[in-house]
């Protein structure tokens, strides 16, 4: 069975940097494409970021596109999320979630998404 560990979250001033640690134990990342989702306050969850399982072709919402790097650490089986630039609404609880999938699934397709982790707050703040 699959887990997921999401770390790296913390408080930031504007402008800021983070990276996000999603590492994985019970099974290799390999065969799962991983997505970034977020929820802040008063908010759905939307999807951020996605990689998709070979760890060439990713994918970026359009509100962090150039701003927000993911990639994957196959030695670590770690799928991380570089943030740069932060913005006051990237506040939010930032989760990851894998699908078995060789392709990253629509964002809106969240039951895509077998496993999840427990989420880790980064809060954008001056």
């Known amino acids: 069975q699959l887990q997921l560990v999401e770390s790296g979250g913390g408080l930031v001033q504007p402008g800021g940097s983070l990276r996000l640690s999603c590492e994985a134990s019970g099974s290799t990342l390999d065969y799962y494409s991983i997505t970034w989702f977020r929820q802040g306050p008063g908010n759905e969850r939307e999807g951020v970021a996605c990689i998709a399982s070979n760890g060439r072709t990713t994918h970026y919402a359009n509100s962090v596109k150039g701003r927000f790097t993911i990639s994957r650490g196959n030695a670590e089986n770690t799928v991380y999320l570089q943030m740069n630039s932060l913005k006051s609404e990237d506040t939010a609880v930032y989760y990851c979630?894998?699908?078995?999938?060789?392709?990253?699934?629509?964002?809106?397709?969240?039951?895509?998404?077998?496993?999840w982790g427990q989420g880790t707050q980064v809060t954008v703040s001056s």
């Open positions: 979630a894998a699908e078995p999938h060789s392709y990253c699934s629509s964002y809106v397709a969240q039951k895509a998404r077998i496993f």
